[in-house]
């Protein structure tokens, strides 16, 4: 898990313009922070994919035309719950009776951590597997929707697990989190550039993409 400065400017808006060295020392100072005080972990499991979208045995069906695209193909998926823990949120808190720039750039620093920890867990996941995984899909990608992250959890008995729950409103506690599905293809691994971009939104032009991940603020 690393927090790529590019990727950091990104998810704050940047574009490309120029950045001065205080702003590059605190977008540092940030991220260092962040990776001392997080506390990642994660579930996986493995579902054999039905015909009719149904995570075989769960009673667990695939909601949406854009999740059942992206794994179209896939006969067993991956699903995943992945946290970095309350403790970045904590000092989120803590920051924001102090500073809201601070307390911005901490919050930004543990949304960039998250996906570079969900990023390792595939990057191991591809390791071990002889065929092409697809990227991550999450609820709310698309019109998959977040509704399932209850289900998906349930699933995954996250709160047990890894200290993961999914409240009333379907938002995930605590907040920095994810979960998503990952297909295995019968593609060799040679074929990754046949499903699709891998993910990375923040440096992403296309605003427009049914797959484009929902970042926190």
């Not at 909601?63 to 896939?74: A, E, N, P």
């Not at 601070?102 to 191991?124: F, H």
């Amino acid at each position: 898990m690393q927090i790529d400065r590019d990727e950091f400017l990104r998810y704050l808006g940047w574009n490309g313009q120029k950045t001065e060295d205080t702003l590059l020392q605190k977008l540092d100072e940030a991220a260092k922070k962040c990776l001392a005080l997080a506390s990642p972990r994660s579930v996986v499991r493995k579902f054999r994919l039905t015909q009719e979208g149904e995570l075989a045995g769960t009673g667990f069906f695939l909601q949406g035309q854009d999740i059942r695209k992206h794994l179209s193909g896939c006969r067993e998926v991956y699903l995943l719950a992945a946290t970095i823990g309350q403790g970045v949120e904590r000092a989120v808190s803590v920051a924001e009776n102090k500073s809201a720039h601070e307390a911005l750039l901490l919050d930004t620093a543990a949304s960039c951590a998250v996906e570079s920890y969900c990023d390792d867990i595939g990057e191991d996941l591809q390791k071990n597997c002889p065929t092409l995984l697809t990227p991550r899909f999450s609820c709310g990608y698309g019109d998959f929707p977040v509704q399932a992250q209850r289900e998906i959890c349930a699933l995954l008995r996250t709160d047990s697990q890894i200290g993961l729950c999914c409240d009333e409103s379907f938002l995930l506690t605590p907040r920095k989190s994810v979960t998503a599905f990952i297909g295995i293809t019968d593609l060799p691994r040679t074929h990754a550039s046949a499903r699709g971009c891998g993910n990375k939104c923040a440096s992403c032009k296309h605003g427009g993409c049914a797959f484009r991940k929902r970042t926190e603020p």
